[in-house]
Nanobody, 127 residues
Framework: QAQLTEYGGGLVEPGGSLRLACAPS???????????MAWFRQAPGKEREFVAG????????YYADSVKGRFTIGRVAAENAVWLQMNALEADDTAVYFC?????????????????WGQGTRVTVSS
């Protein structure tokens, strides 16, 4: 069973917006102060890539160059929730989006360092 659950995927036209959310699948899942929570995505036929991350301790945010200025990541610490606001969506943003947790914020771009994942939510950008 995935430890995280993503919400909010769907079909949107180019230029449109979507907001994804992520929350623990069980009440026992804990996000620690040194963790970073992040969104990754995997498009058909491509490798999984880092999209955005937010550190739990001090709310520092990181973005892939391809989404800077269009996507915003945020967290609600009291709810152990993370969200991703996606604006000005493009066809190249079509992918399955995953939420994940990494106990080492310094390795935020390395998917292999994440120890908890969701099952993903599909985002399709098409007219």
């Amino acid at each position: 069973q995935a430890q995280l659950t993503e919400y909010g995927g769907g079909l949107v036209e180019p230029g449109g917006s979507l907001r994804l959310a992520c929350a623990p699948s069980t009440p026992s899942f804990t996000i620690y102060a040194n963790d970073i929570m992040a969104w990754f995505r995997q498009a058909p036929g491509k490798e999984r890539e880092f999209v955005a991350g937010v550190t739990w301790r001090n709310n520092k945010k990181y973005y892939a160059d391809s989404v800077k200025g269009r996507f915003t990541i945020g967290r609600v610490a009291a709810e152990n929730a993370v969200w991703l606001q996606m604006n000005a969506l493009e066809a190249d943003d079509t992918a399955v989006y995953f939420c994940a947790r990494n106990p080492d914020a310094y390795t935020y771009r390395d998917g292999s360092k994440y120890n908890a994942w969701g099952q993903g939510t599909r985002v399709t950008v098409s007219s």
